[in-house]
């Protein structure tokens, strides 16, 4: 019983860092539509607080998978081409602002 709930525990967990990407991809977007340097920046923070949010929801949900369920879950969870996009892309972003 207590490792079904666990898992019903990891997959609420993994639904919430899959709703904070979103959001975070999101913010991301309009920071980079946006032409009012205060409100990119305003935006791109609010950006990399939900990344700070879903790197630390991500240890949780890490720390609670067994080590059998950590490599069943590896190729799941390897960013996709668009999120190393992103990534690669963000320092470009901030250093255009000048």
């Not at 860092?17 to 991301?28: D, G, L, S, V």
Request: glycine letters at 4%; hydrophobic letters at 30%; one cysteine or more.
């Amino acid at each position: 019983m207590q490792n079904k709930k666990n898992q019903s525990s990891v997959g609420l967990m993994i639904q919430r860092c899959h709703k904070w990407r979103q959001k975070r991809k999101q913010y991301m977007d309009q920071a980079r539509q946006t032409s009012d340097e205060i409100e990119r920046e305003r935006l791109m923070q609010t950006a990399e607080h939900y990344g700070r949010i879903v790197a630390a929801e991500q240890g949780k949900i890490d720390s609670t998978r067994t080590p059998s369920e950590k490599a069943a879950a590896a190729p799941a969870t390897e960013e996709t081409e668009e999120d190393a996009d992103e990534e690669n892309s963000f320092p470009d972003f901030i250093s255009n602002l000048k």
